[in-house]
């Protein structure tokens, strides 16, 4: 499954503990063995890879 | 002959920003926050699947109906390209999956959009290169400014 969005960064950076809260649930409830996190600016992209899910 | 010209207004003086100051969040702090273990630059993945929702995407984009074969938006240079057969295998394989999802695109169109962004991320990371080299430059010349 694949979420693809834009986001304003001053609402993503204050969020970031649900989203937190969100991935782990996900990947814990679904049984996901990895989730991962993309973020692309002009400075480049990162990989977020989530193996161990909070409980 | 002309004699040496001399600039006697006064200097327009200091440019200052007042406007609010944009915080900085790096990619070390949101692994954190977020509880993931590893961060990797979108330029070292290969084979993710994020990947190929990227290469679908740019496909979804560009590849435009001309009537005839649907072609590549901005394509316009044939080129041969030697490739190994099981390469061009792969390519295909990709086309024929990316087709099964919708996006219709041939595999030479695959091979160009990868070569297309391969080169791009090859850009930016050769400018971060030489915007790192230059900060280090002024540090080591002590001539940077604390902004840096």
Same mark, same amino acid.
Request: proline share 4%.
């Given at each position: 499954?694949?979420?693809?969005?834009?986001?304003?960064?001053?609402?993503?950076?204050?969020?970031? =503990?649900?989203?937190?809260?969100? !991935?782990?649930?996900?990947?814990?409830?679904?049984?996901? /063995?990895?989730?991962?996190? /993309?973020?692309?600016?002009?400075?480049?992209?990162?990989?977020?890879?989530? +193996?161990?899910?909070?409980? | 002959?002309?004699?040496?010209? +001399?600039?006697?207004?006064? #200097?327009?003086?200091?440019?200052?920003?007042?406007?609010?100051?944009?915080?900085? $969040?790096?990619?070390?702090?949101?692994?954190?926050?977020?509880?993931?273990?590893?961060?990797?630059?979108? /330029?070292?993945?290969?084979?993710?699947?994020?990947?190929?929702?990227?290469?679908?995407?740019?496909?979804?984009?560009?590849?435009?109906?001309?009537?005839?074969?649907?072609?590549?938006?901005?394509?316009? +240079?044939?080129?041969?390209?030697? !490739?190994?057969? /099981?390469?061009?295998?792969? !390519?295909?394989?990709?086309?024929?999956?990316? #087709?099964?999802?919708?996006? #219709?695109?041939? =595999?030479?169109? $695959?091979?160009? $959009?990868?070569?297309?962004?391969? !080169?791009?991320?090859?850009?930016?990371? =050769?400018?971060?290169?030489?915007?790192? #080299?230059?900060?280090?430059?002024?540090?080591?010349?002590?001539?940077?400014?604390?902004?840096?």
């Amino acid at each position: 499954m694949i979420v693809y969005t834009y986001i304003k960064p001053d609402r993503f950076v204050a969020h970031l =503990a649900g989203l937190r809260k969100f !991935l782990h649930r996900f990947g814990r409830e679904t049984n996901q /063995e990895v989730v991962v996190v /993309e973020l692309s600016g002009p400075d480049g992209s990162w990989f977020f890879r989530i +193996k161990e899910y909070d409980a | 002959m002309a004699g040496k010209l +001399k600039i006697t207004s006064r #200097s327009a003086g200091t440019i200052r920003h007042v406007g609010a100051a944009r915080r900085t $969040v790096g990619p070390d702090v949101i692994a954190k926050a977020l509880g993931a273990e590893a961060i990797v630059s979108g /330029e070292n993945v290969h084979g993710a699947p994020i990947s190929l929702h990227a290469l679908r995407r740019e496909l979804e984009s560009r590849v435009r109906s001309t009537g005839g074969r649907p072609a590549l938006d901005g394509a316009t +240079k044939i080129q041969k390209i030697p !490739l190994k057969p /099981e390469d061009w295998s792969r !390519l295909e394989d990709l086309a024929t999956r990316l #087709s099964g999802e919708g996006v #219709s695109a041939t =595999a030479g169109q $695959v091979a160009s $959009v990868m070569v297309h962004r391969q !080169l791009a991320l090859l850009g930016s990371s =050769a400018a971060r290169h030489r915007r790192a #080299s230059r900060r280090l430059t002024r540090r080591g010349t002590g001539s940077g400014s604390p902004a840096d």
